[in-house]
């Protein structure tokens, strides 16, 4: 795993900075190294320094190689700077209580010599050509840390009235002011060290365009001089040939055909006894893993994207997960959202900062700090004035893979690292993933889908990023929701965690929506979150609105096709019930106690609609030779409806036998020629 000394001095170098390891927790360089003259910008490189010193500090350059001149306040020895009247600048915190005051190099033909006898006065030293500065975040043994004071100030120009006391004339004799130390003066290098230290230094004679044969006739020389006890010919060889398989002035490999491989390979074994074991980190608890690629995959116009917006917002604002859920990242971090189906300006602008406003209870100030952090990349389906018609669209569709501003994977997966560790990302939604493929990718071939999902799953690794990859449903139906994952099966075997967007079917939840896991090769699977996307004020114009998700608290402790089958029987239920709320479908006993409750409640609601007027103690007596009781006509228990029946006809006053208890005279009230509606006697009457 990639110590986190290691990562910034990656980041370091993808800004363009020369970095070279220090001691563990020290400011001295590491044994058998060359110091600052071993600073370097190379990946390949600075892996192999801190490979051998993994809590190594890093270190940068002063001068001409990194382009900064630094200003070292001691208070320790009495340093002031603040009577030298320095603009704002970039700024560093020392652990002894000081700082490092960053300044651009004059530049060319100019340098600025490194300085500790106070010419800017006591206990302010100057770092210039020779010189070295820690960089944070490294850490001292004796307590403290190296922090940036203000990162967001870039480095300023040197103040003109200090021109005349730092800056002087280069002297090229002495190449730019550095004084390269002589090999007879140089550390030995001790058995451990021999293969780490040489393939560094044949990396940077091979940066130089060296060959193989000078390579190791230079590495001869320095294994005959320094190395104790020497390698053999045969090592020295092994490294001059591998180290020359990289063009002169790169780190990448050269392109090789699988047949015919350029030099012959051999495999990198680890013992397991020399992997340690690392605890899994999680962004969100179970559903999104730090240094995994994963996978979020939906029916369109199910509110992924939505989903994946809340997310990348949450974290770029420190602002915690649903419902309280774990989140390993300790605060905020930059995320990158990477799309082609949403316009930044009217659709992804206006969400995050809807999301931002509502997730900050309408904080302002905290929701620029966080737009600040979240970054947009527009991918290369894209055109000012729509995807051109007819003839034209295979030409530009041919044209867009050539499109350097657009990112085709795994093409550009160097770029998209060193856009991450430049801008400190951590959280890459790449929504959706089939939109940064190349246009003749057959997805119905594993090797070719792995082709694009393996790089992907390297760099997460890599940078530590948590990567969301979004993917659609097909059409497809009753089947596991993990095979409804679109473009290939292979898109749900190389992530590690597949979360899925389930609509709710139940009658009255329609607008509720389930974020349910479908595969989990990390640990166990999480509950199911429920959210729904209301509409929200437009940040920018009062009278629009936007979208926004709303959690609804409610969650489910099952995997989603679980989740899934058991919305099914319920829905399917709720439908039943609904169609047939007295079970009138159901066994005969069901039937006659339903129907007595049907009549019960029917009764009741004609008496008090006015349309039977009896009293209460008559419909009492009523239901009472009807065999069911005043608690049963409710349909709480049993009854008989046969009683009941007997009862249903009577002579009314008006001499008809068709009188019903709930019809009231069938012959009066169809044809309407008696006049005993209103006025007939009896116990009961029609009215």
Not at 530 to 549: K, L, Q, W
Request: net charge neutral; charged share 25%; with cysteine.
């Amino acid at each position: 795993m990639t110590s986190q000394y290691e990562k910034e001095a990656l980041r370091y170098a993808a800004r363009g900075i020369p970095v070279f390891p220090l001691a563990a927790g020290t400011k001295v360089p590491t044994k058998n190294s060359h110091g600052h003259l071993d600073a370097s910008k190379n990946e390949f490189v600075l892996r192999v320094y801190w490979e051998d010193e993994p809590r190594g500090n890093v270190g940068m350059p002063t001068g001409v190689k990194s382009g900064l001149i630094i200003i070292d306040e001691d208070p320790r020895k009495g340093g002031d700077a603040s009577s030298l009247n320095l603009p704002p600048t970039l700024t560093v915190s020392t652990p002894q209580g000081g700082r490092h005051f960053y300044f651009k190099h004059p530049g060319a033909g100019l340098k600025v010599p490194c300085d500790t006898t106070g010419k800017l006065g006591p206990g302010i030293d100057v770092k210039g050509e020779g010189g070295y500065a820690v960089l944070p975040p490294s850490r001292l043994s004796a307590g403290g840390k190296y922090a940036w004071v203000n990162a967001a100030v870039p480095p300023a120009d040197i103040p003109p009235h200090l021109w005349p006391t730092l800056v002087v004339k280069d002297d090229p004799e002495h190449h730019n002011g550095v004084h390269p130390t002589p090999a007879e003066d140089a550390e030995p290098i001790r058995d451990g060290q021999r293969n780490t230290t040489l393939a560094s230094l044949a990396g940077t004679m091979r940066k130089r365009g060296m060959t193989a044969k000078e390579i190791e006739a230079a590495l001869s020389v320095v294994i005959a001089e320094r190395c104790q006890p020497p390698l053999s010919e045969r090592d020295v060889a092994k490294i001059a040939k591998s180290v020359s398989r990289y063009p002169p002035g790169s780190t990448e490999p050269p392109p090789t055909s699988d047949s015919q491989p350029a030099t012959p390979r051999s495999l990198v074994l680890r013992s397991v006894a020399d992997v340690k074991a690392e605890r899994i980190e999680w962004v969100f608890d179970g559903h999104i893993a730090l240094g995994e690629l994963n996978v979020l995959a939906g029916s369109g116009g199910a509110g992924k994207t939505m989903v994946a917006i809340e997310m990348v917002v949450r974290l770029a604002g420190g602002l915690g997960m649903p419902n309280g859920a774990r989140c390993d990242l300790p605060g905020p971090v930059g995320g990158l959202y990477l799309t082609t189906e949403n316009h930044p300006n009217k659709v992804l602008r206006p969400r995050m900062e809807a999301a931002a406003l509502r997730l900050t209870q309408g904080d302002v100030v905290a929701t620029v700090a966080l737009m600040r952090r979240l970054y947009i990349h527009r991918g290369v389906f894209t055109w000012p004035n729509g995807l051109p018609a007819g003839a034209d669209a295979a030409a530009a569709l041919a044209d867009m893979q050539d499109d350097p501003d657009g990112l085709i994977l795994p093409r550009d997966i160097a770029l998209l690292k060193q856009a991450v560790l430049a801008h400190g990302i951590q959280f890459v939604v790449v929504d959706p993933v089939i939109s940064f493929t190349p246009a003749d990718l057959d997805v119905l071939n594993p090797a070719g889908m792995r082709h694009i999902l393996d790089p992907l799953v390297t760099f997460a690794q890599e940078t530590n990023c948590a990567v969301w990859a979004v993917v659609h449903f097909t059409k497809a139906v009753g089947t596991s929701v993990v095979l409804r994952v679109s473009m290939s099966r292979q898109m749900t075997d190389a992530p590690r965690a597949v979360s899925v967007v389930l609509e709710d079917p139940r009658p009255e939840c329609e607008a509720i929506r389930w974020l349910a896991m479908a595969k989990n090769n990390l640990g166990a699977r999480p509950p199911a979150y429920g959210y729904r996307v209301v509409s929200a004020v437009h940040p920018a114009f009062e009278d629009e609105t936007t979208a926004v998700v709303e959690w609804t608290g409610e969650t489910r402790p099952a995997g989603a096709d679980t989740l899934e089958r058991e919305l099914e029987e319920e829905a399917a239920s709720l439908r039943k019930q609904m169609s047939d709320p007295y079970g009138a479908s159901g066994a005969r006993g069901v039937r006659t106690q339903n129907a007595v409750t049907y009549l019960g409640e029917k009764l009741h609601e004609m008496r008090d609609n006015g349309d039977l007027v009896v009293t209460s103690e008559e419909l009492d007596k009523w239901c009472q030779d009807g065999q069911f009781s005043k608690e049963k006509r409710r349909g709480h228990g049993r009854a008989n409806i046969w009683g009941l029946r007997r009862r249903r006809t009577a002579k009314a006053a008006c001499g008809h036998r068709t009188w019903t208890a709930w019809n009231g005279c069938a012959t009066c009230h169809r044809k309407r020629t008696c006049g005993h509606r209103a006025g007939a006697t009896g116990t009961q009457r029609w009215t």
